[in-house]
T-cell receptor, first 115, second 115 residues
Framework: AQKITQTQPGMFVQEKEAVTLDCTYD???????LFWYKQPSSGEMIFLIYQGSYDQQNATEGRYSLNFQKARKSANLVISASQLGDSAMYFCAMRGLEYGNKLVFGAGTILRVKS | NAGVTQTPKFQVLKTGQSMTLQCAQD?????MSWYRQDPGMGLRLIHY???????DQGEVPNGYNVSRSTTEDFPLRLLSAAPSQTSVYFC??????????????FGSGTRLTVV
């Protein structure tokens, strides 16, 4: 069974608009962590934001926020005021004891920001 | 602080050749992992280690060996390269102690082509 599902292979967004990248996950653990990484065309993996399963509030980091809906097992990334430099591949990932505390990844979403 | 250092950045191998991808981290992280990235499949775990002297298989271990003689180093060995091993390889490290809230720090990746 797919542990992390990213249903959008590719997305376009107009510069300065907001965009939501979808992520759903599957676990029976009560304690787990959710992560988003950005991979620009240069190839490096850049950590963006983290959400813990017990966190009461949605995580925010600058223009990035995580729309965490625990009952629906979704952890969507919201990027506000998109910039051309946001064009990249975005990965959702989860870490939990059910998976041996290893970080497991979704297939990724390619985001293209149009000027 | 160097973080996670991977060498080489690029490599071309002939089918049947062997080689070692090097990975070193200077953050005293207990967890170290090797992932491979293929289009449309996200990052898949090859092998991982929870500390010096301890290694285990991930999702796609066939054709690869690892060892962890020190906390800092976690080399990945390709025993007999095959075209199916053409991929981008990432080494990553993290704090352990069972915490699910620790993200991984990634190396810059190795682009391997097997001809």
């Amino acid at each position: 069974a797919q542990k992390i599902t990213q249903t959008q292979p590719g997305m376009f967004v107009q510069e300065k608009e907001a965009v939501t990248l979808d992520c759903t996950y599957d676990t029976s653990d009560p304690s787990y962590g959710l992560f988003w990484y950005k991979q620009p065309s240069s190839g490096e993996m850049i950590f963006l934001i983290y959400q813990g399963s017990y966190d009461q509030q949605n995580a925010t980091e600058g223009r990035y926020s995580l729309n965490f809906q625990k009952a629906r097992k979704s952890a969507n990334l919201v990027i506000s005021a998109s910039q051309l430099g946001d064009s990249a591949m975005y990965f959702c990932a989860m870490r939990g004891l059910e998976y041996g505390n290893k970080l497991v990844f979704g297939a990724g979403t390619i985001l293209r920001v149009k000027s | 602080n160097a973080g996670v250092t991977q060498t080489p950045k690029f490599q071309v191998l002939k089918t049947g050749q062997s080689m070692t991808l090097q990975c070193a981290q200077d953050m005293n992280h207990e967890y170290m992992s090797w992932y491979r990235q293929d289009p449309g499949m996200g990052l898949r775990l090859i092998h991982y280690s929870v500390g010096a002297g301890i290694t285990d298989q991930g999702e796609v271990p066939n054709g690869y060996n690892v060892s962890r003689s020190t906390t800092e180093d976690f080399p990945l060995r390709l025993l007999s390269a095959a075209p199916s091993q053409t991929s981008v390889y990432f080494c990553a490290s993290s704090y352990g102690d069972g915490g699910v809230n620790y993200g991984y720090t990634f190396g810059s990746g190795t682009r391997l082509t097997v001809v």
